[in-house]
């Protein structure tokens, strides 16, 4: 990935303002097999993963079958050498790890395009007997991969758990564990910054959510918690982010960064998230459901493994990679996992984290072709009233926000805070600048969030009572007369539920955003009602502006 680059602008009576720009990230799907029911046929899978868009692939092995499937599909793959083959002994020396290179991955170059190298998986937690030896391995890999010109086109590294991290909140006191700190981790970080790889960690959100389900809301380990935590002078509204900036405090501690930080002179090693993702049903704990603080019924279930998976997977297509404390990095990201694999130990709960079922239908709707997601940008209460005042300042002046609706007596004056007026000043600039990379930073002052953050929105709802005749009126009238109800037809994503009140909330509020949220255009002959909270048809977010 390319260095952040970054824009500064100078504008006559405006403060300076430090845009940055990060390069978007990438999204794949990490393919396990320890199942008794998957396609035997390795050319569908391969056409499968080609069909829905999605260019990068994890495998847990070097087996021959997948990896010729994948030739000159252009997806790119990372392979692994399993802890049992480190264990026996394979990369112990130069000459076997050689030999399993040539074997492994030479020998599929460059026809399928392997771009890295796991050696083991989470090795800390499963075979912690490796840990003295495991950079070694590494290295010798890496000098296998010299020796047959191939360590600029593959990349190696390790993938860890997070459970390689204490003290993860607040995120700045993240650090690694004592026992492997200076002995493994400082080592491997400066194996991976001087060949130019990147730290490997497989995050799942939802197990700190299942582990302390009254203290981690459902919304925050789903990445959508509108209100956030405050923490280390910012907010956090997903628990994946709060994750990775302890991550990146931990690799600080031992003198290293991410990898945007090189332009300020310090050693950089980007950040890879290997697995991450959530199960779509199961038990945990004795057979016992848990339910997180804040969620309406189970943790575990199919919206909430479409919401988590989809968030991670429209996030990075659209380049919303940063995060609170390091807003300029890359996250590339690999969902956990293509299909349900009915042969993995754990019980039901493990056996159900796939996007996939075993016969190639999708489990539910998701999209890696990078399709448009709607962002917003909102202001940061913790650089205090002075520096929000400035950027409140160049957005309705210089930057040609309009901020007439934040004005005393107008319909967005209330609630009369800095914050307020400065979050609706910033997001009506951030959406006329296009939502460009950069448009939302005014020095610290904001950030992109990716769920509707309370900025003077309201929506238009349906009234069941009223009766099926007056909502087809109102749904007829709406989608007739400028709302757009592509979303809600046969097979579309929002579809579902298929009720009269539900797409006729969809299309009134659709129309109502179009008319600017004006006056009496939420009425509907007495249909339809306003409301000042987020709405949901089924899984789609109804959307608080036209934009």
């Given at each position: 990935?390319?260095?952040?680059?970054?824009?500064?602008?100078?504008?006559?009576?405006?403060?300076?303002?430090?845009?940055?720009?990060?390069?978007?990230?990438?999204?794949?799907?990490?393919?396990?097999?320890?199942?008794?029911?998957?396609?035997?046929?390795?050319?569908?899978?391969?056409?499968?993963?080609?069909?829905?868009?999605?260019?990068?692939?994890?495998?847990?092995?070097?087996?021959?079958?997948?990896?010729?499937?994948?030739?000159?599909?252009?997806?790119?793959?990372?392979?692994?050498?399993?802890?049992?083959?480190?264990?026996?002994?394979?990369?112990?020396?130069?000459?076997?790890?050689?030999?399993?290179?040539?074997n492994n991955v030479a020998a599929y170059l460059p026809a399928t395009k392997i771009t890295g190298?796991?050696?083991?998986?989470?090795?800390?937690?499963?075979?912690?007997?490796?840990?003295?030896?495991?950079?070694?391995?590494?290295?010798?890999?890496?000098?296998?991969?010299?020796?047959?010109?191939?360590?600029?086109?593959?990349?190696?590294?390790?993938?860890?758990?997070?459970?390689?991290?204490?003290?993860?909140?607040?995120?700045?006191?993240?650090?690694?564990?004592?026992?492997?700190?200076?002995?493994?981790?400082?080592?491997?970080?400066?194996?991976?910054?001087?060949?130019?790889?990147?730290?490997?960690?497989?995050?799942?959100?939802?197990?700190?959510?299942?582990?302390?389900?009254?203290?981690?809301?459902?919304?925050?380990?789903?990445?959508?918690?509108?209100?956030?935590?405050?923490?280390?002078?910012?907010?956090?509204?997903?628990?994946?982010?709060?994750?990775?900036?302890?991550?990146?405090?931990?690799?600080?501690?031992?003198?290293?960064?991410?990898?945007?930080?090189?332009?300020?002179?310090?050693?950089?090693?980007?950040?890879?998230?290997?697995?991450?993702?959530?199960?779509?049903?199961?038990?945990?704990?004795?057979?016992?459901?848990?339910?997180?603080?804040?969620?309406?019924?189970?943790?575990?279930?199919?919206?909430?493994?479409?919401?988590?998976?989809?968030?991670?997977?429209n996030r990075v297509l659209a380049g919303n990679t940063g995060t609170p404390q390091h807003p300029?990095?890359?996250?590339?990201?690999?969902?956990?996992?293509?299909?349900?694999?009915?042969?993995?130990?754990?019980?039901?709960?493990?056996?159900?984290?796939?996007?996939?079922?075993?016969?190639?239908?999708?489990?539910?709707?998701?999209?890696?072709?990078?399709?448009?997601?709607?962002?917003?940008?909102?202001?940061?209460?913790?650089?205090?009233?002075?520096?929000?005042?400035?950027?409140?300042?160049?957005?309705?002046?210089?930057?040609?926000?309009?901020?007439?609706?934040?004005?005393?007596?107008?319909?967005?004056?209330?609630?009369?805070?800095?914050?307020?007026?400065?979050?609706?000043?910033?997001?009506?600039?951030?959406?006329?600048?296009?939502?460009?990379?950069?448009?939302?930073?005014?020095?610290?002052?904001?950030?992109?969030?990716?769920?509707?953050?309370?900025?003077?929105?309201?929506?238009?709802?349906?009234?069941?009572?009223?009766?099926?005749?007056?909502?087809?009126?109102?749904?007829?009238?709406?989608?007739?007369?400028?709302?757009?109800?592509s979303a809600i037809q046969p097979g579309a994503k929002c579809f579902k539920p298929d009720t009269?009140?539900?797409?006729?909330?969809?299309?009134?509020?659709?129309?109502?955003?179009?008319?600017?949220?004006?006056?009496?255009?939420?009425?509907?002959?007495?249909?339809?009602?306003?409301?000042?909270?987020?709405?949901?048809?089924?899984?789609?977010?109804?959307?608080?502006?036209?934009?």
């Amino acid at each position: 990935m390319a260095l952040a680059r970054f824009l500064v602008v100078l504008l006559l009576g405006a403060p300076l303002l430090l845009f940055s720009c990060a390069e978007a990230g990438e999204v794949g799907v990490s393919y396990g097999r320890v199942a008794s029911n998957l396609p035997q046929d390795q050319a569908q899978v391969a056409k499968l993963l080609k069909d829905n868009g999605i260019t990068k692939v994890r495998i847990y092995d070097t087996d021959r079958d997948v990896l010729l499937s994948l030739a000159n599909t252009g997806i790119k793959v990372m392979v692994m050498l399993p802890n049992d083959d480190l264990a026996r002994g394979v990369a112990r020396t130069l000459p076997s790890a050689l030999d399993w290179v040539r074997n492994n991955v030479a020998a599929y170059l460059p026809a399928t395009k392997i771009t890295g190298i796991a050696v083991g998986n989470e090795v800390f937690h499963e075979r912690s007997d490796l840990n003295p030896q495991l950079v070694q391995f590494m290295t010798n890999v890496q000098a296998a991969l010299a020796q047959l010109g191939l360590a600029d086109t593959v990349k190696v590294t390790t993938p860890i758990a997070f459970s390689a991290i204490v003290d993860s909140f607040p995120p700045s006191k993240g650090r690694f564990l004592d026992n492997i700190a200076d002995s493994v981790m400082r080592p491997m970080l400066q194996f991976l910054q001087q060949t130019g790889s990147f730290l490997a960690i497989n995050l799942y959100p939802y197990i700190a959510e299942l582990d302390n389900p009254t203290q981690i809301r459902n919304d925050y380990a789903l990445g959508n918690y509108a209100a956030g935590v405050p923490a280390d002078g910012v907010t956090y509204h997903s628990l994946l982010d709060a994750q990775l900036d302890a991550t990146y405090a931990a690799m600080a501690k031992l003198g290293f960064s991410d990898s945007r930080r090189r332009l300020a002179g310090s050693r950089g090693v980007k950040v890879s998230v290997t697995e991450t993702g959530r199960p779509s049903r199961g038990k945990v704990h004795g057979g016992r459901r848990l339910m997180a603080a804040g969620d309406g019924g189970d943790s575990i279930t199919v919206a909430n493994a479409q919401t988590y998976n989809n968030y991670v997977i429209n996030r990075v297509l659209a380049g919303n990679t940063g995060t609170p404390q390091h807003p300029d990095a890359d996250m590339d990201v690999f969902i956990f996992a293509l299909f349900n694999e009915n042969g993995k130990a754990g019980g039901e709960m493990e056996q159900n984290f796939g996007l996939f079922y075993p016969d190639m239908t999708k489990v539910y709707q998701f999209d890696f072709h990078g399709g448009p997601t709607e962002t917003w940008c909102v202001a940061n209460p913790a650089v205090g009233d002075a520096r929000l005042q400035a950027a409140l300042d160049f957005a309705c002046g210089q930057g040609g926000a309009d901020c007439s609706a934040i004005q005393p007596g107008a319909n967005c004056f209330q609630p009369d805070t800095k914050a307020a007026h400065a979050s609706y000043a910033f997001n009506d600039y951030y959406r006329r600048k296009g939502r460009a990379p950069g448009t939302c930073d005014f020095n610290g002052a904001a950030s992109i969030v990716n769920r509707a953050p309370d900025i003077c929105w309201s929506w238009c709802v349906a009234n069941a009572a009223v009766g099926p005749a007056r909502l087809q009126a109102a749904l007829d009238f709406a989608c007739g007369h400028g709302a757009d109800c592509s979303a809600i037809q046969p097979g579309a994503k929002c579809f579902k539920p298929d009720t009269k009140v539900d797409h006729a909330t969809y299309a009134l509020n659709s129309f109502y955003q179009n008319k600017g949220r004006a006056a009496g255009m939420c009425d509907f002959n007495g249909v339809g009602s306003v409301v000042y909270q987020p709405q949901k048809v089924g899984n789609c977010v109804l959307p608080p502006s036209s934009a």
